[in-house]
């Protein structure tokens, strides 16, 4: 039977603002006792009357589980005057609260509340206090009534804050009349939140609010699968599916979506393609900065000759035919591409292209989108390169951690630079690219550099593929395979590949092996084998540096299975080794982790030997990989090592942006490179098991590719050039442009 306990809230030990889940110290004269449980809205100095029962917990003692709770206005003064002077109503401390209480006694909330002016009676407040302390006062009851109201429909605490700080009083009527308008206008309420709400509040599955947000959804669903638009007829039969209603009659909801200018509809070719305001305008402008950078130089051929030849004689660069044509072409144009598959000689051209212009007492800027990209090209041209967010120099916002990300550098504080070097351009999305361009100034070279063939970018766009289809740009492309590259399996293989061509699995190779094996968990065992015991001294690398590549996220050789596997026997649990349980995945120290979003507020520090911070920063990104250094189970933190040493902090809230990444996916794998790389390749979707996919996590390997699995499934992706297509127009807007130049 449970038990009643009440008292104030004198302390509030921890609360996780994302479930409500509270740790507070409960007093009132006859006890004090830590209470434990789910609270809507508490704050310390409320008074409150809790049912549950009294619990034994192994390191922390005698709790009290609370199982409900509510609020009680407190009525002895000595009450009165802890909630006033708690800290709850700023201003109030407990010295002022005395005061109030010895001045009103009993009637001390009845005059805050009704008669707020005659607090101004008491020594050290004013009548512009009072009337602040009475606001302050209203605001508790009407926050403590909002998060009780939004309880009952399901809403999480965390949202639940959200909502009444965007909306106020104005909240119960928008969640009676349109919940729809939430996922519209606070960051990380989405369509499914509020279609769940409007299912309790009643509102009808034909309702125009409703439809309207689905066609909404269905938009931003497709851009998180790349694409900037999608045809108006995939837009309705996914709408209709999602509602789970009919589609005739929705036009008329896209038009109305258009007359509000949330949408853009462009016909090309018959069809009618429906984006939503903002990918159209990223892409428009896109367009307009590429060419207004797309200067031509009139250089005298004579002498940029001569400079390139001193150039290559001075730092002993010995360049084809073609990696001078992109060399001339950079001095020439205001935008340069220059693309090409592994080993066709790219970084020889960047490195040539670099030491010209600094000949020329230039100053260069060299970029990539992550940081493991950025590594690679400071490694190979000897100069620093920074991510493009970095680059950008990301501002410190305060607030909403979905906010959208601000850069410092930008058209009012351009990057100061006479060219700039971006590479793994495959990976630029439509808007990072847009930031990018704002932050350029016209007169500014611009070389984008990336392999066409890759993978396209996990956000929306297909920015490197449609500047070379818009045919509005110089690109050079490279495609002789240099006599040491050739020597690699990898990059032979990886061409062929390409090429739709056998390759040969012969294990003959020196860096490139297929092991066939066509059991699971014969292949699982295997992948364990050789990555603790056959691959690191073969690569002279560890365990860590090892990635397992895989097509698919679900499946018996999906990253989900793969990594509970793999942390077993990798990094299995330990005394004294603390983990964390966060959505059914085991975080446990040592274990190596992805960040799986862009997070623009996180902050992280890089410290010397002696412990003293050298640098530090903000952002950290989709597809960054680190290693889980500490887990503190009481401040509910546990701390991270990404590449070049940064750390950083995680509230356990936060893990959802966390996955283990002893396997990833494929196209996670985008922009890194690792020693070797192993993949489990028996079966799959057809869509997923393509040549696109098989060659880019070939060319994510340096030193050496191990499949393990079907010679079969291996040829089959050879075969299979289908690959998801994308719905991007940035070569279409470079276009529509020339006819108004």
């Not at 009527?173 to 349109?178: L, P, S, T, V």
């Given at each position: 039977m449970a038990?009643?306990?009440?008292?104030?809230?004198?302390?509030?030990?921890f609360?996780?603002?994302?479930?409500?889940?509270?740790?507070?110290?409960?007093?009132?004269?006859?006890?004090?006792?830590t209470?434990?449980?789910?609270?809507?809205?508490?704050?310390?100095?409320?008074?409150?009357?809790?049912?549950?029962?009294?619990?034994?917990?192994?390191?922390?003692?005698?709790?009290?589980?609370?199982?409900?709770?509510?609020?009680?206005?407190?009525?002895?003064?000595?009450?009165?005057?802890?909630?006033?002077?708690?800290?709850?109503?700023?201003?109030?401390?407990?010295?002022l609260?005395a005061?109030?209480?010895?001045?009103?006694?009993?009637?001390?909330?009845?005059?805050?509340?009704?008669?707020?002016?005659?607090?101004?009676?008491?020594?050290?407040?004013?009548?512009?206090?009072?009337?602040?302390?009475?606001?302050?006062?209203?605001?508790?009851?009407?926050?403590?009534?909002?998060?009780?109201?939004?309880?009952?429909?399901?809403?999480?605490?965390?949202?639940?804050?959200?909502?009444?700080?965007?909306?106020?009083?104005?909240?119960?009527?928008?969640?009676?009349?349109?919940p729809?308008?939430?996922?519209?206008?606070?960051?990380?309420?989405?369509?499914?939140?509020?279609?769940?709400?409007?299912?309790?509040?009643g509102?009808?599955?034909?309702?125009?609010?409703?439809?309207?947000?689905?066609?909404?959804?269905?938009?931003?669903?497709?851009?998180?699968?790349?694409?900037?638009?999608?045809?108006?007829?995939v837009?309705?039969?996914?709408?209709?599916?999602?509602?789970?209603i009919?589609?005739?009659?929705?036009?008329?909801?896209?038009i109305?979506?258009?007359?509000?200018?949330?949408?853009?509809?462009?016909?090309?070719?018959?069809?009618?393609?429906?984006?939503?305001?903002?990918?159209?305008?990223?892409?428009?402008?896109?367009?307009?900065?590429?060419?207004?950078?797309n200067?031509?130089?009139?250089?005298?051929?004579?002498?940029?000759?001569?400079?390139?030849?001193?150039?290559?004689?001075?730092?002993?660069?010995e360049?084809?035919?073609?990696?001078?044509?992109?060399?001339?072409?950079?001095?020439?144009?205001?935008?340069?591409?220059?693309?090409?598959?592994?080993?066709?000689?790219?970084?020889?051209?960047?490195?040539?292209?670099?030491?010209?212009?600094?000949?020329?007492?230039?100053?260069?800027?060299?970029?990539?989108?992550?940081?493991?990209?950025a590594?690679?090209?400071?490694?190979?041209?000897?100069?620093?390169?920074?991510?493009?967010?970095?680059?950008?120099?990301?501002?410190?916002?305060?607030?909403?951690?979905?906010?959208?990300?601000?850069?410092?550098?930008?058209?009012?504080?351009?990057?100061?630079?006479?060219?700039?070097?971006?590479?793994?351009l495959?990976m630029?999305?439509?808007s990072?690219?847009?930031?990018l361009?704002?932050?350029i100034?016209?007169?500014?070279?611009?070389?984008?550099?990336?392999?066409?063939?890759?993978?396209?970018?996990?956000?929306?766009?297909?920015?490197?593929?449609d500047?070379?289809?818009s045919?509005?740009?110089?690109?050079?492309?490279?495609t002789?395979?240099?006599?040491?590259?050739?020597?690699?399996?990898?990059?032979?293989?990886a061409?062929?590949?390409?090429?739709?061509e056998?390759?040969?699995?012969?294990?003959?190779?020196?860096?490139?092996?297929?092991?066939?094996?066509?059991?699971?968990?014969?292949i699982?065992?295997?992948i364990?084998?050789?990555?603790?015991?056959k691959?690191?001294?073969?690569?002279?690398?560890?365990?860590?540096?090892?990635?397992?590549?895989?097509?698919?996220?679900?499946?018996?050789l999906?990253v989900?299975?793969?990594?509970?596997?793999?942390?077993?026997?990798?990094n299995?649990?330990?005394?004294?080794?603390?983990?964390k349980?966060?959505?059914?995945?085991?975080?446990?120290?040592?274990?190596?982790?992805?960040?799986?979003?862009?997070?623009?507020q996180?902050?992280?520090?890089?410290?010397?030997?002696?412990?003293?911070?050298?640098?530090?920063?903000?952002?950290?990104?989709?597809g960054?990989?680190?290693?889980?250094?500490?887990?503190?189970?009481?401040?509910?933190?546990?701390?991270?090592?990404?590449?070049?040493?940064r750390?950083?902090?995680?509230?356990?809230?936060?893990?959802?942006?966390?996955?283990?990444?002893?396997?990833t996916?494929?196209?996670?794998?985008?922009?890194?490179?690792?020693p070797?790389?192993?993949?489990?390749l028996?079966?799959?979707?057809r869509?997923?098991?393509?040549?696109?996919?098989?060659?880019?996590?070939?060319?994510?390997a340096?030193?050496?590719?191990i499949i393990?699995?079907?010679?079969?499934?291996?040829?089959?992706?050879?075969e299979?050039?289908?690959?998801?297509?994308?719905?991007?127009?940035?070569?279409?807007?470079?276009?529509?442009?020339?006819?108004?130049?």
């Amino acid at each position: 039977m449970a038990e009643i306990i009440e008292g104030y809230v004198d302390k509030i030990v921890f609360r996780n603002a994302e479930n409500g889940y509270t740790v507070l110290s409960l007093v009132n004269d006859d006890l004090e006792m830590t209470c434990v449980g789910m609270f809507t809205f508490i704050s310390e100095g409320e008074f409150i009357q809790a049912s549950g029962n009294y619990i034994a917990h192994q390191l922390y003692g005698e709790q009290f589980q609370v199982e409900s709770y509510e609020f009680k206005k407190p009525e002895d003064l000595e009450s009165m005057e802890r909630y006033l002077g708690s800290g709850a109503i700023k201003g109030i401390k407990s010295g002022l609260a005395a005061r109030i209480v010895r001045r009103f006694k009993e009637d001390s909330f009845r005059i805050i509340e009704e008669e707020p002016e005659r607090l101004a009676e008491v020594k050290g407040i004013s009548e512009k206090m009072a009337k602040e302390i009475s606001k302050q006062f209203e605001d508790k009851k009407e926050m403590r009534g909002a998060m009780l109201f939004l309880q009952q429909y399901g809403v999480s605490t965390t949202f639940a804050v959200k909502i009444y700080k965007e909306y106020g009083a104005r909240m119960y009527d928008i969640i009676k009349e349109n919940p729809y308008k939430l996922a519209e206008d606070i960051s990380g309420i989405g369509f499914k939140v509020s279609d769940e709400i409007a299912a309790k509040v009643g509102i009808g599955a034909n309702s125009d609010y409703r439809i309207k947000a689905g066609l909404l959804y269905i938009l931003l669903q497709g851009s998180s699968a790349g694409h900037v638009y999608l045809p108006e007829s995939v837009l309705l039969s996914k709408t209709a599916e999602l509602l789970g209603i009919n589609v005739n009659g929705m036009e008329k909801h896209v038009i109305d979506l258009a007359f509000d200018r949330k949408i853009i509809i462009r016909e090309t070719n018959g069809t009618k393609n429906v984006y939503s305001a903002s990918l159209f305008y990223l892409e428009l402008n896109t367009a307009k900065m590429l060419w207004d950078l797309n200067i031509k130089y009139n250089l005298d051929a004579k002498y940029i000759a001569e400079r390139l030849s001193a150039v290559e004689s001075l730092f002993k660069i010995e360049l084809d035919e073609m990696q001078r044509t992109a060399v001339l072409e950079a001095t020439k144009n205001g935008v340069l591409v220059l693309t090409g598959g592994p080993g066709t000689g790219k970084t020889t051209t960047i490195n040539a292209i670099i030491r010209f212009f600094e000949a020329e007492g230039m100053d260069i800027l060299l970029a990539a989108p992550t940081g493991r990209a950025a590594k690679r090209m400071t490694e190979t041209t000897g100069y620093e390169a920074r991510t493009i967010h970095r680059l950008l120099e990301i501002s410190k916002m305060s607030g909403d951690l979905e906010s959208k990300q601000m850069f410092e550098r930008n058209e009012m504080n351009p990057l100061e630079t006479d060219v700039i070097i971006i590479d793994e351009l495959s990976m630029v999305d439509i808007s990072l690219m847009h930031a990018l361009l704002k932050a350029i100034t016209v007169g500014t070279r611009l070389i984008l550099v990336g392999d066409v063939n890759q993978l396209p970018s996990v956000g929306p766009g297909n920015v490197l593929r449609d500047i070379i289809s818009s045919h509005q740009f110089n690109v050079v492309k490279l495609t002789k395979i240099f006599r040491q590259a050739a020597e690699s399996d990898i990059i032979v293989n990886a061409h062929k590949i390409n090429a739709g061509e056998t390759i040969k699995l012969d294990n003959k190779s020196k860096d490139f092996f297929l092991l066939q094996r066509d059991n699971v968990n014969v292949i699982i065992n295997v992948i364990l084998t050789l990555i603790k015991d056959k691959i690191p001294n073969y690569v002279n690398a560890t365990s860590y540096d090892i990635q397992v590549l895989t097509p698919m996220r679900k499946g018996e050789l999906g990253v989900e299975r793969l990594n509970q596997v793999l942390q077993q026997f990798l990094n299995p649990p330990e005394s004294g080794k603390k983990e964390k349980e966060f959505n059914q995945i085991i975080f446990r120290e040592g274990d190596k982790i992805m960040q799986i979003k862009n997070n623009y507020q996180l902050t992280w520090e890089i410290k010397s030997k002696y412990g003293i911070t050298t640098e530090n920063g903000t952002g950290v990104f989709n597809g960054d990989m680190g290693v889980i250094k500490e887990i503190n189970l009481f401040a509910e933190e546990l701390v991270i090592e990404f590449d070049e040493g940064r750390m950083v902090e995680y509230s356990f809230s936060q893990l959802e942006e966390l996955e283990l990444a002893y396997a990833t996916t494929i196209h996670k794998a985008q922009g890194s490179e690792y020693p070797a790389v192993i993949m489990p390749l028996l079966t799959g979707p057809r869509m997923l098991m393509n040549r696109n996919l098989l060659y880019t996590a070939v060319t994510r390997a340096k030193n050496c590719v191990i499949i393990v699995g079907s010679e079969k499934t291996v040829q089959a992706m050879i075969e299979n050039e289908s690959e998801q297509h994308r719905y991007s127009s940035l070569s279409e807007r470079i276009i529509e442009l020339l006819d108004v130049s």
